[in-house]
């Protein structure tokens, strides 16, 4: 492993997806104007699948894993594909694109809160300060408004789903690492995908049977297949090769720079608006992350 301190390849290769990512989050919104949520994961899924499995006989790898594997496999695909694609595709359909990546911005919260259960790292005073002030910023970019709080509406929900599939991202992360460890980021992520597809296809395949095909635009395509090669293919396999070489949580710690992008990119692309009480939650939300990754050099060791 790199040490934590030095800018190294892995570092440049995350930047890359995260500006992926980013822009990935504007145009979801601009093809599910054409899409049904379900259809278009479905034919997303599919295609990226097809793409790891086209980028997996490039490099001659094979398929095969252990069979006492094969149950851990399974389970990273129902959690870290059917069930996170799941909530963000429904997730980011209700809400904006600049909440969604806000709320995604959590995701260290979550890791540092895994790792705690399963002994891997201990939480001191500081770290267990960033995570509650991290979720008053979650609070404050659900209010939206003072003294609006109300979670019947549709775009409450939408941000509810964001954080609990963003916990499923953790899950996925967290108990992907002891697999990279005997195999490829790029074979995990194909075997992990194809599983989550299958999954994934049986709740998906009446919409995609009745999606108006002749009717979508060439943009909606563009869009889709867009977030197939790059958010679902390329960014998964940069994302698992970082968490191999240098860890859960210095990797998980570039999902501070979505919000940033994200917002940049709905807003001339989407002309989405966030209000002060939004925007003063992103950076509590980004100090408390900062507080619970890295608040231990100014307020003491782990």
């Known amino acids: 492993m790199e040490k934590y ?32 949520p379900l259809g278009f994961n479905g034919i997303r899924l599919i295609f990226a699948s097809l793409l790891l499995v086209f980028f997996l006989f490039i490099r001659r790898e094979s398929f095969r894993i252990k069979k006492t594997d094969i149950w851990k496999f399974v389970a ?31 995701t260290p919260i979550f890791i540092a809160l ?18 509650f002030i991290s979720f008053i910023g979650f ?6 408004q003072p003294g609006s709080l109300s979670l019947n509406g549709k775009g409450a929900q939408g941000d509810l789903m964001i954080l609990i599939g963003t916990l499923c991202w953790a899950v996925y992360t967290v108990f992907s690492l002891p697999l990279l460890k005997r195999i490829s980021p790029l074979k995990l992520t194909t075997l992990t995908m194809i599983t989550g597809t299958v999954f994934f296809v049986p709740f998906c395949v009446k919409d995609m049977i009745q ?26 396999v940069i994302w698992y090769a970082s968490v191999k070489r240098v860890g859960n949580s210095r990797t998980s710690i570039y999902d501070n720079l979505i919000p940033i992008f994200t917002i940049f990119f ?12 939004q925007g003063v939650g992103t950076l509590v939300i980004l100090c408390g992350v900062y507080l619970t990754r890295s608040g231990y050099r100014f307020f003491g060791r782990r």
């Not at 800018?7 to 919104?29: C, E, Q, T």
């Not at 609070?139 to 939206?144: G, I, N, Q, S």
């Not at 709905?266 to 009480?277: Q, V």
């Open 139 to 144: 609070y404050f970019v659900l209010t939206k």
């Open 5 to 36: 301190k030095k800018f190294g390849i892995s570092d440049a290769f995350m930047l890359f997806a995260i500006l992926l990512w980013s822009i990935n989050f504007s145009f979801v919104k601009v093809a599910l104007i054409e899409f049904t």
């Open 114 to 131: 895994l790792s705690l259960f399963l002994k891997h790292e201990r939480l001191n005073w500081a770290a267990w300060a960033g995570i």
């Open 211 to 236: 999606l108006p095909y002749a009717q979508i635009s060439l943009k909606a395509w563009a869009s889709l297949a867009f977030s197939g090669l790059f958010a679902l293919s390329v960014c998964y």
């Open 76 to 106: 990273l695909g129902l959690v870290g594909n059917t069930a996170y694609q799941m909530l963000f595709i429904h997730g980011i359909y209700f809400t904006t694109a600049s909440n969604s990546a806000i709320i995604i911005a959590i």
């Open 266 to 277: 709905a807003y001339f692309l989407l002309d989405e608006r966030m209000t002060l009480l």
